[in-house]
Protein backbone atom coordinates (compact mmCIF):
# COMPACT_ATOMS: atom_id res chain seq x y z
CA UNK A 1 0.00 0.00 0.00
CA UNK A 2 1.44 3.66 -0.98
CA UNK A 3 1.59 6.14 1.69
CA UNK A 4 -0.73 9.07 1.40
CA UNK A 5 0.91 11.81 -0.37
CA UNK A 6 1.10 14.48 2.07
CA UNK A 7 -0.66 18.03 0.81
CA UNK A 8 2.46 20.35 0.24
CA UNK A 9 0.15 23.08 -0.55
CA UNK A 10 -1.30 23.22 3.39
CA UNK A 11 2.27 23.62 4.69
CA UNK A 12 3.19 26.17 1.99
CA UNK A 13 0.16 28.13 3.10
CA UNK A 14 0.85 28.17 6.51
CA UNK A 15 4.00 29.36 6.34
CA UNK A 16 3.18 32.53 4.33
CA UNK A 17 -0.70 33.18 5.27
CA UNK A 18 0.20 35.59 8.20
CA UNK A 19 2.46 38.26 5.94
CA UNK A 20 -0.49 37.81 2.93
CA UNK A 21 -2.45 39.29 6.04
CA UNK A 22 -0.08 41.52 7.17
CA UNK A 23 0.38 42.93 3.24
CA UNK A 24 -3.49 43.11 2.65
CA UNK A 25 -3.73 45.09 5.47
CA UNK A 26 -0.74 47.75 4.79
CA UNK A 27 -3.63 48.55 1.92
CA UNK A 28 -6.34 49.38 4.62
CA UNK A 29 -7.64 48.13 7.69
CA UNK A 30 -10.03 45.53 7.14
CA UNK A 31 -12.47 43.61 8.97
CA UNK A 32 -12.55 39.95 8.95
CA UNK A 33 -14.81 39.21 6.67
CA UNK A 34 -13.19 41.52 3.88
CA UNK A 35 -10.19 39.58 4.71
CA UNK A 36 -11.51 35.77 4.29
CA UNK A 37 -12.97 36.81 0.96
CA UNK A 38 -9.63 38.14 -0.35
CA UNK A 39 -8.42 34.79 1.54
CA UNK A 40 -10.24 32.03 0.55
CA UNK A 41 -10.56 33.50 -3.06
CA UNK A 42 -6.37 33.00 -3.62
CA UNK A 43 -7.03 29.90 -2.30
CA UNK A 44 -4.79 30.85 0.85
CA UNK A 45 -7.55 29.69 3.53
CA UNK A 46 -10.46 27.26 3.34
CA UNK A 47 -12.63 29.47 5.18
CA UNK A 48 -13.32 32.14 7.63
CA UNK A 49 -13.18 30.08 10.44
CA UNK A 50 -9.23 29.50 9.39
CA UNK A 51 -8.83 33.27 9.76
CA UNK A 52 -9.47 34.34 13.01
CA UNK A 53 -7.30 32.16 15.05
CA UNK A 54 -4.53 33.51 12.99
CA UNK A 55 -5.87 37.45 13.44
CA UNK A 56 -5.83 36.42 17.47
CA UNK A 57 -1.85 35.16 16.98
CA UNK A 58 -1.18 38.38 14.96
CA UNK A 59 -2.81 40.60 17.43
CA UNK A 60 -1.01 38.96 20.37
CA UNK A 61 2.40 39.49 18.79
CA UNK A 62 1.53 43.07 19.07
CA UNK A 63 1.72 43.23 14.75
CA UNK A 64 -2.47 44.12 14.43
CA UNK A 65 -4.91 46.11 16.78
CA UNK A 66 -8.93 46.46 16.43
CA UNK A 67 -10.80 49.17 16.28
CA UNK A 68 -14.82 48.81 15.67
CA UNK A 69 -16.77 51.15 13.46
CA UNK A 70 -20.28 51.59 12.79
CA UNK A 71 -21.48 50.96 8.79
CA UNK A 72 -24.41 53.17 9.65
CA UNK A 73 -26.78 50.36 7.85
CA UNK A 74 -25.94 47.11 9.46
CA UNK A 75 -23.84 45.90 12.67
CA UNK A 76 -20.48 47.52 14.10
CA UNK A 77 -17.62 46.03 12.32
CA UNK A 78 -14.61 44.80 14.10
CA UNK A 79 -11.39 46.16 11.27
CA UNK A 80 -7.97 45.05 11.96
CA UNK A 81 -4.75 47.67 10.99
CA UNK A 82 -1.37 46.94 10.91
CA UNK A 83 1.08 48.16 14.14
CA UNK A 84 4.66 49.53 14.05
CA UNK A 85 5.67 45.80 14.82
CA UNK A 86 3.43 44.69 12.20
CA UNK A 87 4.82 47.17 9.09
CA UNK A 88 8.54 46.47 10.19
CA UNK A 89 8.26 42.48 10.47
CA UNK A 90 6.48 43.09 7.17
CA UNK A 91 9.01 45.60 5.46
CA UNK A 92 11.63 42.64 6.90
CA UNK A 93 9.69 39.63 5.15
CA UNK A 94 9.27 42.06 1.35
CA UNK A 95 13.32 42.58 1.86
CA UNK A 96 13.50 38.27 1.98
CA UNK A 97 11.39 36.95 -0.29
CA UNK A 98 12.53 37.50 -3.16
CA UNK A 99 15.94 35.76 -2.51
CA UNK A 100 14.49 33.16 -0.28
CA UNK A 101 11.67 32.20 -3.70
CA UNK A 102 14.48 32.45 -6.15
CA UNK A 103 16.79 29.87 -4.44
CA UNK A 104 13.59 27.60 -3.73
CA UNK A 105 12.74 27.99 -7.13
CA UNK A 106 15.93 26.98 -8.40
CA UNK A 107 16.76 24.11 -6.29
CA UNK A 108 13.11 22.42 -6.55
CA UNK A 109 13.86 22.82 -10.08
CA UNK A 110 17.40 20.88 -9.49
CA UNK A 111 19.38 23.44 -10.44
CA UNK A 112 22.56 24.60 -8.58
CA UNK A 113 21.67 27.54 -6.14
CA UNK A 114 22.71 30.93 -7.06
CA UNK A 115 24.49 33.95 -4.89
CA UNK A 116 24.41 31.94 -1.61
CA UNK A 117 27.15 32.82 0.57
CA UNK A 118 28.59 29.86 2.33
CA UNK A 119 30.60 29.33 5.05
CA UNK A 120 34.37 27.85 3.63
CA UNK A 121 35.00 26.01 6.84
CA UNK A 122 31.74 24.18 6.13
CA UNK A 123 33.41 23.09 2.62
CA UNK A 124 34.77 19.12 2.59
CA UNK A 125 38.47 18.85 2.33
CA UNK A 126 39.69 18.85 -1.34
CA UNK A 127 41.72 15.20 -2.36
CA UNK A 128 44.69 14.89 -0.64
CA UNK A 129 44.30 17.19 2.35
CA UNK A 130 43.86 16.47 5.89
CA UNK A 131 40.89 18.97 7.43
CA UNK A 132 42.94 20.26 9.86
CA UNK A 133 45.82 20.98 8.29
Known amino acids: M ?3 IPDVSAQLRKGVVEYCILG ?3 REPMYGWQLSETLVRSGLIASIGTLYPVL ?3 RERGLVTTFEDATGTGPVRKYYRLTASGTELLADFREQWPAFSLTVGSMIR ?3 PIDI ?3 PSLDPPHEGTHPDA
Open 24 to 26: LLS
Open 2 to 4: TPP
Open 117 to 119: PTD
Open 110 to 112: GEA
Open 56 to 58: ARL
